[in-house]
């Protein structure tokens, strides 16, 4: 099923007080370009539909619906733009091995193509810790959040101390190159750092390489126990760069990751509960979805989320471990035992919202789903 392409004129470009910024619940995305990046790696940028500017944090990330063949995909990536420049929103994605979701994006996704998407979400930001001094160290497609976040003090603060630091299989596969270096020359305090794990022909390289290791990290970084340390990447990569960071004595206060592919804080307490001999859930409560008025039972361990797709019921969710925030649903009644990832923020809890995919009901629940 392709994307049924907007067919509208493109709005003026308001002045952002006149302007309203996007409403995740009520506005499309309207893809305005398509770029390659690198191998397997494109840059979707978007619009508001209707017109509208764009407010997030650099380094959070959005939630996109993908009108698949078999059924909605919800896919959710890092938002690689900066909220200094909000009439447009970029994410870089690259296609994986098996990838079904970003391959149905390089295939259908064109100028004037519509997407739903949810958000901004996310605490791996530099907005929520201010310092003198960063390292953003990334590897592969872990790279976006540093990229808007370095854009970001490329366009605020260009005189800020960063050194910047990126791994990659091939010197060809190093994401956003070319704009690091003229950031280069802009920014005075910006130092980069390449580390492709081997050569190629198609690009020739003769800096340093391989995987990255004490020795290397303190050759391209001898100040890093001074910094506010950001890291993205592969879960080996994170773990290497913590580790070796920890054994130095690092104030692991000052080191931030981010990773959709950790075992998720439901799925340890889950296992706790069976280790202690406890079900989770108790069993024969009831969970009433509000807005289609279908009403099933919760299984012993079962979240809210497991529980409406077991009558039909439909709520988006993407990573379905506490971090995305799109399942987030209004708990009109009762009362659940939630352990999420960051994904849902106190002013929400203590509204009476939710995330369905780590909340197991403690009594019968009443949801607007």
């Given at each position: 099923?392709?994307?049924?392409?907007?067919?509208?004129?493109?709005?003026?470009?308001?002045?952002?007080?006149?302007?309203?910024?996007w409403?995740?619940?009520?506005q499309?995305?309207?893809?305005?370009?398509?770029?390659?990046?690198?191998?397997?790696?494109?840059?979707?940028?978007?619009?508001?539909?209707?017109g509208?500017?764009?407010?997030?944090?650099?380094g959070?990330?959005?939630?996109?619906?993908?009108?698949?063949?078999?059924?909605?995909?919800h896919?959710?990536?890092?938002?690689?733009?900066?909220?200094?420049?909000?009439?447009?929103?970029?994410?870089?994605?690259?296609?994986?091995?098996?990838?079904?979701?970003?391959?149905?994006?390089?295939?259908?996704?064109?100028?004037?193509?519509?997407?739903?998407?949810?958000?901004?979400?996310?605490?791996?930001?530099?907005?929520?810790?201010?310092?003198?001094?960063?390292?953003f160290?990334?590897?592969?497609?872990?790279?976006?959040?540093?990229?808007?976040?370095?854009?970001?003090l490329?366009?605020?603060?260009?005189?800020?101390?960063?050194?910047?630091?990126?791994?990659a299989r091939?010197?060809?596969?190093?994401?956003?190159?070319?704009?690091?270096?003229?950031?280069a020359?802009?920014?005075?305090?910006?130092?980069?750092?390449f580390?492709?794990?081997?050569?190629?022909?198609?690009?020739p390289?003769?800096?340093?390489?391989?995987?990255?290791?004490?020795?290397?990290?303190?050759?391209?970084?001898?100040?890093?126990?001074?910094?506010?340390?950001?890291?993205?990447?592969p879960e080996?990569?994170?773990?290497?760069?913590?580790?070796?960071?920890?054994?130095?004595?690092?104030?692991?206060?000052?080191?931030?990751?981010?990773?959709?592919?950790?075992?998720?804080?439901?799925?340890?307490?889950?296992?706790?509960?069976?280790?202690?001999?406890?079900?989770?859930?108790?069993?024969?409560l009831?969970?009433?979805?509000?807005g289609?008025?279908?009403?099933?039972?919760?299984?012993?361990?079962?979240?809210?989320?497991?529980?409406?797709?077991?009558v039909?019921?439909?709520?988006?969710?993407?990573?379905?471990?506490?971090?995305?925030?799109?399942?987030?649903?209004?708990k009109?009644?009762?009362?659940?035992?939630?352990?999420h990832?960051?994904?849902?923020?106190?002013?929400?809890?203590?509204?009476g919202?939710?995330?369905a995919?780590?909340?197991?009901?403690?009594?019968?629940?009443?949801?607007?789903?």
């Open positions: 099923m392709t994307i049924q392409p907007f067919l509208g004129e493109v709005p003026p470009a308001l002045p952002l007080d006149e302007a309203r910024p409403n995740a619940a009520r499309m995305l309207v893809c305005t370009s398509v770029t390659d990046e690198a191998p397997d790696v494109k840059t979707f940028t978007f619009g508001v539909e209707g509208g500017w764009f407010r997030y944090m650099p959070q990330f959005i939630t996109v619906e993908l009108r698949a063949k078999g059924g909605d995909l896919r959710t990536y890092t938002i690689s733009s900066t909220p200094s420049r909000p009439y447009a929103l970029s994410i870089t994605v690259k296609a994986q091995p098996g990838s079904i979701g970003t391959r149905w994006m390089f295939d259908h996704v064109r100028p004037g193509s519509r997407i739903r998407a949810y958000g901004p979400n996310g605490h791996f930001t530099l907005a929520r810790n201010p310092a003198q001094k960063y390292l160290i990334s590897a592969g497609s872990g790279i976006t959040p540093m990229m808007s976040m370095l854009r970001w490329s366009d605020t603060a260009p005189g800020t101390d960063v050194v910047f630091l990126n791994s091939r010197p060809e596969e190093i994401i956003f190159r070319e704009e690091l270096e003229l950031l020359k802009r920014m005075p305090n910006l130092s980069l750092g580390l492709p794990e081997g050569r190629s022909v198609a690009s390289w003769a800096g340093l390489m391989g995987r990255i290791d004490r020795h290397k990290l303190a050759m391209l970084v001898p100040d890093f126990m001074g910094r506010e340390i950001f890291c993205c990447g080996p990569f994170m773990k290497a760069v913590s580790s070796i960071v920890r054994h130095e004595g690092f104030d692991m206060g000052h080191y931030h990751q981010e990773s959709f592919g950790a075992t998720s804080i439901t799925e340890s307490v889950q296992r706790q509960a069976q280790d202690k001999g406890e079900g989770g859930a108790v069993e024969g009831s969970v009433t979805f509000l289609s008025n279908d009403r099933a039972v919760a299984k012993p361990g079962q979240t809210v989320l497991e529980t409406a797709r077991s039909g019921v439909r709520i988006p969710a993407a990573c379905e471990s506490g971090i995305c925030g799109t399942c987030k649903v209004l009109r009644e009762g009362e659940v035992e939630m352990n990832n960051g994904g849902i923020s106190d002013q929400e809890i203590q509204a919202y939710i995330l995919c780590c909340s197991r009901p403690l009594t019968s629940v009443d949801v607007e789903a």
